[in-house]
């Protein structure tokens, strides 16, 4: 199975703050990748599909970029409404598997 | 709007069984692939299942193999999740997803039922 890391695990940051995720896969994945955020008691929502494009009614503060084994989420200005848990996804082969998780927080 | 709502969670004893349900409306269900994505607590995500339009592709992560069973009613909007020889490791929150069109990631989700597996 491809191993999905995610850096930070957790992090600090404030309201307008630029925020940086890496995802990195233990092998080449193309750009069949994926990122979800997930707020506490809810259902993951779905953020960008093939690394870097936006799925439709997410805000365009959020971009993600990368191919092959290296990703990066970035939220450019963060809202307050943004402070959660982001995890990143791959669909390249089965089984899927997903990144840990990391946290945003004030 | 895309509607899922899933049911059948419960506390079940281990090597019991039980059956998720999962009610799909707002979009023509026999035209995507489902999945089954679970998250035990305070965990991550973990995938567990998908199936394709017909039923006739499924996959499983090793883990349920075997014990856990995905199928699907066109008929009655429905996906469903077979759950047999239950663990305490399959405790979780599952969580049933619609596959986006082309490459199937889960592009929508219910808010997820909760499978509670102790004696």
């Known amino acids: 199975a491809i191993r999905m890391t995610q850096s930070p695990s957790s992090l600090s940051a404030s309201t307008g703050d630029r925020v940086t995720i890496t995802c990195r896969a233990s092998?080449?994945?193309?750009?069949?990748l994926a990122w979800y955020q997930q707020k506490p008691g809810k259902a993951p929502n779905l953020l960008i599909y093939?690394?870097?494009t936006l799925q439709s009614g997410v805000p365009s503060r959020f971009s993600g970029s990368g191919s092959g084994t290296d990703f990066t989420l970035t939220i450019s200005c963060l809202q307050s409404e943004d402070f959660a848990t982001y995890y990143c996804?791959?669909?390249?082969?089965?089984?899927?598997?997903f990144g840990q998780g990391s946290t945003v927080e004030i | 709007e895309v509607q899922l709502v899933e049911s059948g969670g419960d506390l079940v004893q281990p090597g019991g069984s039980l059956r998720l349900s999962c009610a799909a409306s707002?979009?023509?269900?026999?035209?995507?692939?489902m999945s089954w994505v679970r998250q035990a607590p305070g965990k991550g995500l973990e995938w567990v299942a998908n199936?394709?339009?017909?039923?006739?592709?499924?996959y499983y992560v090793d883990s349920v193999k075997g014990r856990l069973t995905i199928s699907r009613d066109n008929a009655k909007n429905s996906l469903y999740l077979q759950m047999n020889s239950l663990r305490a490791e399959d405790t979780a929150v599952y969580y049933c997803?619609?596959?986006?069109?082309?490459?199937?990631?889960?592009?929508?989700w219910g808010q997820g039922t909760l499978v509670t597996v102790s004696s």
């Open positions: 997803a619609r596959g986006s069109s082309g490459w199937n990631f889960p592009d929508y």
């Open positions: 707002g979009f023509t269900f026999s035209s995507y692939w």
């Open positions: 199936i394709n339009q017909h039923g006739s592709d499924i």
């Open positions: 092998q080449g994945i193309s750009s069949y």
């Open positions: 093939a690394a870097s």
């Open positions: 996804q791959q669909y390249y082969s089965y089984p899927w598997t």
